[in-house]
Nanobody, 123 residues
Framework: QVQLVESGGGSVPAGGSLRLSCAASGYDISRFCVGWFRQAPGKERERVAILYTDYTTKYADSVKGRFTISKSDAKNTLYLEMNALTAEDTAMYYC?????????????????WGRGTQVTVSS
């Protein structure tokens, strides 16, 4: 059974930083594309960053230059380093991994999702 468990969320002031982690079990993240998404209250889910198996990345324009997606294949863990946070970054952040039957985002079909971790940025 695939499990994706996010951690690292919290409350920070504007300009602060956070590092999110997503520990995967029952799934080898080295073999598939993985990514981070977020959803703020009343807004649609937004693709934040995707990491492909060739280590290329794709970011939302709103986070380029501030967020970095990375992974440790040895630890089977995905990360999202977030810097220069603003109130607009406040959302629930979800880890996702490729899987059948999922929704397509930028050449990756995300069929596995974590439960999310809340990020709140105060202005």
């Amino acid at each position: 059974q695939v499990q994706l468990v996010e951690s690292g969320g919290g409350s920070v002031p504007a300009g602060g930083s956070l590092r999110l982690s997503c520990a995967a079990s029952g799934y080898d993240i080295s073999r598939f594309c993985v990514g981070w998404f977020r959803q703020a209250p009343g807004k649609e889910r937004e693709r934040v960053a995707i990491l492909y198996t060739d280590y290329t990345t794709k970011y939302a324009d709103s986070v380029k230059g501030r967020f970095t997606i990375s992974k440790s294949d040895a630890k089977n863990t995905l990360y999202l380093e977030m810097n220069a946070l603003t109130a607009e970054d406040t959302a629930m952040y979800y880890c996702a991994a490729a899987g059948a039957g999922g929704e397509w985002f930028d050449r990756c079909r995300f069929g596995h999702w974590g439960r999310g971790t809340q990020v709140t940025v105060s202005s």
